[in-house]
């Protein structure tokens, strides 16, 4: 999944580059051919990488935002799929933190394609960043060593 955001991305970061969008950000459905309610897109100037997530107006009171180092949250206001259609959108802050950024999304996107009720999505967005938080929380923005990658012992 990292290799298709990243295509994705780069799709989208040279249609902003050549002048070929309307308005500061270019997006695209994960999924063309289905609608997920998850979109990527590149925010101008900048190119700033975002992942929208599509809620309904009752996810919005209660989600809660986790507070991580080079990535934001907030919700937004699109045209997309429908007029004023709220997101839930997760953007990189710091460039410095871009893998890591990519691979939350690709988590993120492979749990709520998952997901075959629209309702059980905030949920299942919430579980799934409550699992990264606790990452963090235990081996910092970094993540695990090359060693524990590779299965050897994690130091604590």
């Given at each position: 999944m990292n290799d298709k955001l990243e295509e994705i991305w780069g799709l989208?970061?040279?249609?902003?580059?050549?002048?070929?969008y309307s308005g500061n950000r270019a997006y695209r459905?994960?999924?063309?051919?289905?609608?997920?309610?998850?979109?990527l897109g590149i925010?101008?100037?900048?190119n700033i990488r975002e992942l929208l997530i599509q809620i309904d107006t009752t996810?919005?009171?209660?989600?809660g935002p986790p507070k991580w180092m080079g990535m934001r949250f907030e919700i937004i206001l699109?045209?997309?799929?429908?007029?004023r259609t709220r997101h839930i959108r997760l953007y990189l802050s710091d460039v410095t933190h871009k893998?890591?950024?990519?691979?939350i999304c690709a988590d993120i996107a492979e749990t709520l394609l998952k997901?075959?009720?629209?309702?059980?999505?905030s949920k299942e967005?919430?579980?799934?960043?409550?699992?990264?938080?606790?990452?963090?929380?235990?081996?910092?923005?970094?993540?695990?060593?090359?060693?524990?990658?590779?299965?050897?012992?994690?130091?604590?």
């Open positions: 989208l970061e040279e249609k902003v580059r050549s002048g070929d459905r994960l999924e063309l051919d289905r609608e997920t309610g998850l979109r925010v101008s100037p900048g996810d919005e009171k209660s989600f699109m045209d997309a799929p429908e007029r893998s890591v950024f990519t691979t997901v075959e009720n629209p309702s059980n999505r967005l919430q579980n799934c960043l409550d699992r990264w938080s606790r990452f963090f929380q235990k081996y910092g923005i970094e993540g695990l060593s090359p060693e524990a990658q590779r299965g050897g012992t994690i130091m604590v």
